[in-house]
């Protein structure tokens, strides 16, 4: 499910040959739930209410919560909390450990957009004869740079990258158009809708400066994540219940391990944030590749592997903590 359009180069015995793999372990969440399902229904007896299992379609494109959400998702019977883990490739510690969510925002909004520049296309050697799109472009993106560093404050964090600028077929001539493509991420809702509007208004407004037109499309995206903090500390006590302390820890556990050493800050966006915007919701990570163990690429790496004996922890966290929370909410 929701694999990726890269060449698998693992050479595992069960590798991709079609020019998509898992590169992201998606096909480790859709193993661990069922695993979790049966579990479940070992102890149905023993449920205190009802539990829902979601298989996520099309994270990777932004479109798989939503829709399920608008196809009644989180009603009949409505949904109270939730509960999502994602496999991690190449952490520190033993496969299966489980690191909860700090309450608050855990991942980024993310949006993508495409800049369409038109101007008139002409020969090379009489530019006065025609409007160049690829200048009015370069200049856009120089510009949109300025957002970041003139406009958000400090602790705004946000990054906006372009990623895609094609043009033209010819080097002896000027093109009729120029199509940009990038995306945005950000932490924050109101620094999310300044940037998609100055990102407007800057790509139309340096257009004509030269001469030029600029539209602006939005394509699929999602908002942050946000991690509730009654379940934050509800998910890190059932975690530290099931598997110990050695083995699940909080964000802030990490932190304090970490002596206050800066560390970096993962800025994936996750889909699951839909659902984190509709009921109190809880993000898991859970260690699926210890780099000592030659498990040393991230997640999008045409040779990411992920470790198998992290299935097991995944599936009796989900089990475990959806009949635990049951247990005292109901």
């Not at 661990?32 to 070992?42: C, D, H």
């Not at 993310?110 to 369409?116: M, S, T, W």
Request: glycine content about 8%; charged content about 20%.
């Amino acid at each position: 499910m929701d694999a990726l359009p890269i060449e698998e180069e693992t050479e595992e015995d069960f590798a991709s040959v079609n020019g998509c793999m898992h590169a992201c372990g998606h096909d480790m969440h859709t193993a661990m739930l069922l695993g979790a399902a049966k579990l479940l229904k070992m102890h149905e007896e023993e449920i205190e209410g009802t539990v829902k299992l979601m298989f996520q379609p099309a994270e990777e494109i932004f479109e798989g919560s939503r829709n399920m959400i608008e196809s009644g998702l989180l009603n009949d019977p409505d949904v109270d909390a939730a509960l999502m883990v994602h496999v991690t490739a190449g952490m520190p510690f033993e496969a299966g450990t489980v690191v909860v969510a700090d309450a608050g925002v855990s991942a980024p909004a993310a949006d993508y957009f495409e800049i369409r520049v038109q101007g008139t296309g002409c020969h090379g050697s009489m530019p006065n004869m025609g409007v160049d799109p690829l200048n009015a472009a370069a200049h856009i993106l120089l510009a949109l740079q300025e957002i970041h560093s003139r406009e958000l404050a400090m602790d705004d964090r946000a990054v906006l990258t372009v990623g895609t600028l094609h043009a033209g077929t010819a080097a002896n001539a000027i093109p009729d158009a120029a199509v940009m493509g990038g995306s945005i991420r950000t932490f924050d809702e109101e620094v999310r809708s300044l940037i998609k509007e100055r990102l407007v208004q800057i790509a139309e407004g340096t257009a004509k400066v030269f001469r030029a037109e600029a539209k602006v499309t939005f394509g699929s995206g999602c908002p942050t994540l946000v991690n509730d903090q009654e379940l934050s500390a509800c998910a890190e006590t059932y975690a530290k219940e099931l598997l110990g302390r050695n083995r699940a820890f909080s964000v802030r556990d990490l932190n304090a391990m970490s002596k206050g050493q800066k560390s970096s800050k993962a800025a994936g966006s996750e889909d699951f944030a839909y659902v984190s915007q509709e009921v109190p919701s809880i993000m898991l990570a859970l260690a699926a590749g210890q780099p000592e163990k030659g498990y040393v690429y991230p997640q999008h790496h045409p040779k990411v592997r992920f470790d198998e004996d992290a299935l097991v922890n995944g599936s009796a966290v989900y089990a475990y903590m959806a009949m635990r929370w049951l247990s005292e909410h109901r």
